[in-house]
């Protein structure tokens, strides 16, 4: 029997591609529709808050859980929001923290998720990543804070090295959010290489 990844709040599955081309079975749960269909990836349309994960045993698990409410950037808007706002963003990030038993990262950028749980246990860029096959566009910046939980492993960084090589320290400020959200090739993979 194959062994289970999870990706929680991964509509574009992108997190999972390494894995499951290491043969492992890949499930997503996110409310959105996935990205893509027709990729080997199982994905369960549904709240990660009211889906029932106790028939499944993965041995990983990776979630994303959105930061509309939590990020920094979006610090002009927390007051007008208000507290509901905050514990249902909150409610999310726990839900996907305490799905499974087993090695667990959860991402989310710099905002006021220490205020309400801990620090992180690291702070990555795309760029430390973007030597690994198929990432040397992500050389970018945009710092993403990592939770690992239960044994799980920083993501092993592998740097691009190439003439005429810099880091693009802009690029995420113009980008759409949906560009935002995709979860570089190189990270997923600097995760999958650190914790198979």
């Given amino acids: 029997m194959k062994r289970q990844v999870f990706a929680l709040c991964d509509y574009t599955h992108a997190s999972l591609i390494p894995w499951r081309e290491a043969g492992y ?15 080997g990836i199982t994905h369960h349309q549904s709240s990660v ?7 499944f045993d993965p041995c990983f698990c990776v979630a994303f859980p959105p930061c509309t409410h939590l990020a920094i950037g979006g610090a002009v808007w927390w007051k007008a929001k208000g507290q509901t706002a ?16 087993c090695p667990t990262i959860i991402e989310n950028p710099v905002g006021r998720l220490p205020w309400h749980w801990r620090a992180p246990d690291t702070k990555v860029h795309p760029w430390e990543f973007s030597g690994y096959p198929g990432a040397s566009k992500d050389n970018y910046t945009k710092a993403t804070c990592l939770w690992l939980l239960r044994g799980a492993k920083p993501p092993l960084k592998r740097y691009f090295i190439g003439p005429d090589w810099e ?21 997923a993979r600097g995760i999958y290489e650190a914790n198979k």
Avoid: M, Y
């Fill in 25 to 39: 079975e890949c499930h997503s749960v996110d409310i959105r529709p996935a990205l893509r269909g027709d990729d």
């Fill in 49 to 55: 808050l009211e889906f029932d994960f106790s028939s």
């Fill in 86 to 101: 905050l514990a249902q963003a909150l409610e999310l990030v726990f839900a996907c923290r305490d799905a499974f038993d």
């Fill in 167 to 187: 880091v693009d320290k802009t690029r995420i400020l113009h980008a759409s959010s949906g560009a935002r959200d995709n979860t570089p090739i190189g990270l």
